[in-house]
DNA sequence: TTCAGTTCATTCCATTTTGTCATGAATGAT
DNA sequence: ATCATTCATGACAAAATGGAATGAACTGAA
């Protein structure tokens, strides 16, 4: 996203940082609205706790707490202070972890994922890349658009669109298609029987893939004009979980609903799917000699990636 | 987006958050690849980063450069936790900046925009507001959705969508409505005469518009199937790059393009436009008395946004 | 080969920051 | 009135940070 010049810091200066163990006590002082509480989280005594506070709103000018009677409550700069540096102090500290992890270690893989891949499809496969090769270590990082593998300090990505990304060796590991799914009672409530039916049930659409009814419905030879009907979500979790809770059939890409498919919270509707233009890629930089760790995530990840297609292949009708 | 569990901090532990000090010290040694830089520019001296450096790797266990004859390079686990801390600092900086707006201000107005709003709308129209009301202090935040202004320090927010906001009211701003444009050059080259000629033209599409296109030909009378067809981005900035550099026919948010429109980087191709399902409404909280200066904002908003309403509807054929 | 200039590493010491301990004031419950 | 609890603060100790100086290693010019 673009920032905003006037949100930009113009630079780290240390005049407007505070020291991170004030800001942790703020933030722990703040969670707690109790001098006494955040010390024995933190394992200090209050009077550290109050003086650290008194410094930080002294240096900033800004009283971030009231005190009332004898107890602490935060003032409209101190509960904006605390959303903005929380987060900070998040990625401060899972940096931190992450780059720990490479303490000990030779071997460390370091991949750029997508949120909801990471999370549906791949994690709960790590664990077999894990038994296979118990000394590697590995960092998965979140970027959502192809980068510079010379700028940044990934050994592999996974990416989804078109295998186009430049400097890299794109491999594809299997297309996206998704599946109408819907929660048992509300198939039964609204007597799903045919597609034809899905028209006139309430039906949610994933604004990431706007024309995926539209597909779908010429797939399965019915004519709507009502294709594109339906409340919009932007994100993979909430469509599924209004589809969970009855709100509307979905379709949904296949990998991210593998979970609840099985679980039975949601069933799928029919056996039609639509198969979108973009696929899932594994990607890494060309012309490099590939560390023997990555050649054998690659190596695991294509196997899984087959076997993921020949699941799904078995599964349609014969 | 939703965050993944292991990229998540379990809590911020002092363990794991090295001094910002050190941390700045970190930062500017790898930008400079040399610490009598870095020393230069933070007014300590050579020994000082040095000794910063060397404790924050062995706090951290990891060596985060390599001292190559006299010299610094990075690692990777060096670069990795550069990259990521350099954010978290950034954020601190800022969040402290922003914070600081209030020292010696008892009215700071606190408001929630939308990226490209705030950029190309609001931020070239706010010296009106100053000058009308000096003494007021203005925090403009990013926020992409509605949230709870019981849970959040917010006086106000621009939303982008339906009226539709727990808790709030929405007063309509102006409706949004997409417009064709491209460079100059691009449409002499391309002879485009009528709406007609740009169903043969190459035509770049907004990812987060994708029915645009369609209702503009639509509007036009120009019936074709390629509606959809065209490079497809996800910014408004990127797409409006494409265009000034003779990329393709655009459709744009209007308020996106006044000052390329000004400035004759883009032309206008037909009075044509589209007036998209969502709108532009600044939100506040109900049931709050506003507060004077968050009042005052919102009369001032709503002139400014009834005179871009005016030039508009003055701009269209008699 | 020699010398000057430059960078990083380290030691000693001074200064600053942080935290403990103890105490006081204020508040609410009993 | 008494007791328990919280925040504020002073005196002091401990820890962290930084300066100054020095040494080792390297590069480039003479």
Redesign the interface.
Known sequence: ????N????I????A??????T??AF??AARHLSFTRAAEE?HLTQGAISKQVRQLEDR???E?FRRVRQRIVLT??G???L??????????????????S???SAD?L?LAVL??F??RWL?PRLAGFARRYPDAGL????R?QPFDFGE??FDGAIHHGDPVWAGAIAEHLFDEEVIPVASRAFRDRHEIRSPQDLVRVPRLQLATR??AWRQWFDLAGVETDAA?QGARFE?F?MISEAAIHHAGAALIPRFFVEAELSSGRLVRLFDLSVKQQSAYYFVYPEGRTLHPVVSAFRQWLMEEARAARTARESMLPG
């Open positions: 996203m673009t920032k905003w006037e949100l930009k810091a630079a780290m200066r240390r407007f940082v505070p020291p991170a163990d800001l942790i933030e722990c933190l900033l000018g800004v971030l409209d700069a509960r904006l202070y959303h903005d540096i929380r987060g900070a102090l998040e990625q401060m500290t899972a940096a931190t972890r992450q780059v720990m490479y303490a000990g460390v370091n949120p909801t990471g999370t994690a960092n998965l990082s979140v959502l940044e300090p706007p024309f594109f994100q979790v």
